[in-house]
């Protein structure tokens, strides 16, 4: 009876032992199955939550879930801008995001600081390069920033040095970016023009913007089209034409300066008809800014505050 017993107790021992292996070695298991998920959905793109979930969230009017944190989302969000794949970064990671800062008031002023830090010093990964994956995070940062830009105009929260900051990069940026793609019929819209012509506009409208940067922003329009080298054929003319349309309509507008910039425009422009033929990089400068100004007069048409400047442009475009 006593060795039964001690074989018994050995028993048990010897089974909890055994229990006690495989439940460590079930939760070594699971720790590591969750890396092996999260790895693979990082290299998705999907973070956390797949593309249902999102598409939940925009069939919901963009409100934010229940028991969800904005923030946390947000943060998997912004890992979307840099991917290749279209609804990850443009339908979800830029719109979701956009939505939340301009109508969603989910984010707080240090949240969103936060956010125009981390985008704006997007704006140099990987400039200067062409044909690669870089241009989402560049161009989708750029348009991300449109949405604080747009935010700020309506209750300002940036203070006049990160403004200006702002100001500085999405300046620097339009003629810093080389590569000008606009759309890709797998990846989608690149646009990196465009979008920062949605910063430009934005940022135009704010009191701060004084004539020295109307000035300065006219110049980095006329040079981007100048040294553009092909004819932008995404609209990108015409989303530049409407930062210059909101330079034109505002109250402190520098009629004078505006006036100097559309001489020098329009000289250059003349000068390539001097050679025969036209040389092609001359010609698609001309392209360029032609459907500028011809843009131009569009957006100011509806208002009357850009009268003047719309006579100008008018005369160099030969209609009057």
Not at 95 to 121: M, N, P, T
Not at 141 to 147: E, M, P, R, V
Not at 193 to 220: E, I
Not at 225 to 245: H, P, S, W
Request: hydrophobic share 45%; aromatic share 10%; charged share 25%.
């Amino acid at each position: 009876m006593a060795a039964g017993r001690l074989r018994a107790g050995r028993w048990r021992g010897m089974t909890g032992d055994m229990q006690a292996v495989e439940k460590t070695g079930v939760r070594r298991l699971g720790a590591l199955l969750v890396v092996v998920l999260a790895a693979a959905a990082a290299v998705r793109g999907q973070g956390t939550h797949g593309p249902e979930y999102w598409r939940g969230i925009r069939a919901n009017h963009y409100r934010v879930p229940d028991g969800a944190r904005a923030i946390a989302l947000a943060k998997e969000l912004d890992g979307y801008l840099k991917l290749s794949d279209a609804e990850l970064r443009d339908e979800f990671g830029y719109s979701i995001l956009a939505e939340w800062i301009l109508h969603g008031a989910v984010f707080s002023r240090e949240e969103l600081l936060a956010f125009e830090e981390e985008w704006r010093g997007n704006l140099h990964a990987g400039i200067g390069e062409r044909g690669t994956d870089t241009i989402y995070l560049r161009a989708f940062s750029a348009l991300c920033l449109s949405a604080i830009a747009e935010q700020e105009a309506k209750a300002p929260f940036l203070g006049e040095t990160r403004y200006r900051m702002l100001l500085d990069a999405a300046v620097n940026y339009l003629n810093e970016e080389k590569d000008l793609r606009g759309f890709d019929a797998t990846h989608g819209w690149m646009h990196a023009t465009a979008h920062t012509a949605d910063l430009l506009a934005a940022l135009s409208r704010h009191p701060l913007f004084t004539k020295a940067d109307q000035a300065n922003v006219l110049k980095a329009i006329a040079e981007r089209l100048a040294t553009a080298r092909e004819i932008f054929v995404y609209g990108e003319q015409d989303r530049l034409a409407n930062v210059a349309a909101k330079i034109a309509e505002r109250e402190d507008f520098d009629a004078a300066g505006f006036h100097a910039w559309l001489v020098e425009m329009n000289n250059a422009d003349r000068a390539i008809w001097k050679d025969n033929p036209p040389k092609l990089e001359g010609l698609q400068r001309f392209e360029n800014d032609t459907y500028l100004l011809n843009a131009f007069v569009a957006h100011v048409s509806q208002g009357e505050k850009a009268g003047e400047a719309k006579k100008e442009v008018l005369q160099v475009l030969g209609w009057r």
